[in-house]
């Protein structure tokens, strides 16, 4: 893997031209980019997460359908196959999630199962999910939480744990009675759902429904589980070893927000609606845990309804992800958001590593068929830090 000139700059003071760089307002704090790879393969290759002890990606290929392990570099160590049936095999269907497990095991969700591999990718051990929602995937969604009670390993799986909850409420008792996750005991096999959607969130607010617009993200950090809700004015601390209960609330403030607009229950069939208010709404989309003290949320503004009907007349296609002015990250510090915002770099934030980076997925060139997937590697830095730091 390459190392990069790290350049120091006051990012409060100077607006930097560099396009390697994601530039921040009224904050010390900015995203350089320390490294890049590329990894050489026939189809599109997606990391899903990091092993600091082995020193590895794991990843999934786009199309064959294989589990990949990679070098920092991207060099291609291992493709295991285990789509199908048969022994050591997960089913027909793509996996959900795929992640390192706490000893080294490749945790693999489908929707009806967790099933563990060891290093040579033969089945230990599995567990089933009962699952209202089966969910179809070209790569997974994401990568397995988890987190240790009395010795168990306990996971977040089911679909509202990565999809909008939209999508499970059909009648005004769903809705009522909606939570955010089930937590499987891994080792027992014990499923129970957590987090209820609280009565003073934005979606018991009202009795419309925000399509598309009930998903969050998350993360586990030592016994708290750390939650942004789409439409959430905070992100909702969860203490994992006193059966979820809410602890504390860190508030979000966003410089820009268009706020959105419900619709009633059973509108999902008018997609002219239901396109306008996906596209148009503000709403919290990632979490990244940086280290123990700092975090990133990144957030999509919004667009007005009118610069939304000049795309549709233009006849262009576009996703709110894509809208670079629209898109921003905002930094958390000792519990409180701090000041500014920090342009997001170019391409797609995938997961936080060690070393206060972030890997990032690299644009395609839609125009031309690539044989190969590009990553780049960039840094939190604050301040005169100049400092280069390795994967571990």
């Excluded at 969130?201 to 399509?211: F, L, N, P, Q, S």
Aim: aromatic share 12%; net charge negative.
């Amino acid at each position: 893997m390459k190392n990069l000139l790290l350049i120091p700059f006051c990012i409060a003071i100077l607006a930097c031209e560099n396009e390697n760089e994601a530039e921040s307002e009224a904050t010390s704090f900015t995203l350089e980019r320390v490294d890049s790879f590329q990894v050489d393969y026939l189809t599109h290759v997606r990391i899903l997460d990091y092993s600091p002890e082995e020193d590895i990606f794991l990843a999934f290929s786009e199309g064959d359908d294989n589990f990949i392990e990679l070098d920092p570099n991207g060099k291609i160590l291992k493709t295991v196959n285990r789509k199908g049936e048969g022994p050591d095999t997960f089913g027909a269907r793509n996996p959900v999630a795929l992640s390192f497990g706490p000893h080294g095991e490749r945790m693999v969700q489908t929707s009806f199962q967790l099933i563990s591999y060891d290093q040579d990718y033969q089945q230990t051990h599995k567990s089933g999910i009962r699952n209202m929602l089966p969910v179809r995937a070209n790569v997974p969604l994401g990568k397995n939480q988890f987190f240790n009670l009395d010795g168990d390993y306990h996971y977040l799986v089911g679909p509202s744990t990565y999809l909008s909850n939209h999508a499970l409420i059909h009648d005004e008792e769903g809705r009522d009675t909606l939570q955010n996750f089930l937590v499987l005991n891994f080792e027992t096999g014990a499923l129970q759902s957590a987090v209820p959607y609280g009565p003073e969130g934005v979606y018991k607010e009202t009795d419309h429904i925000y399509y598309n617009l009930m998903g969050k993200s998350y993360f586990i950090q030592d016994d708290e589980l750390f939650v942004a809700q789409n439409l959430g004015s905070s992100i909702q601390v969860y203490d994992l070893k006193n059966d979820f209960k809410l602890s504390r609330q860190i508030p979000i403030s966003h410089k820009n927000w268009k706020k959105a607009t419900p619709l009633p229950l059973g509108s999902n069939s008018d997609m002219d609606k239901v396109n306008a208010i996906f596209h148009t709404s503000g709403r919290n989309k990632s979490l990244y845990p940086i280290n123990e003290n700092t975090f990133l949320l990144s957030y999509y503004t919004g667009i007005s309804q009118s610069k939304y009907e000049t795309f549709r007349s233009e006849g262009t296609s576009f996703m709110p992800k894509n809208l670079r002015d629209e898109n921003k990250l905002l930094i958390f510090k000792d519990g409180k958001q701090l000041e500014g915002e920090i342009d997001l770099p170019s391409g797609t934030m995938l997961f936080s590593l060690p070393g206060d980076r972030l890997l990032v997925l690299d644009e395609a060139n839609e125009d031309v068929e690539e044989e190969f997937t590009k990553y780049s590697i960039y840094q939190l830095k604050e301040g005169n830090a100049t400092s280069s730091q390795s994967f571990q």
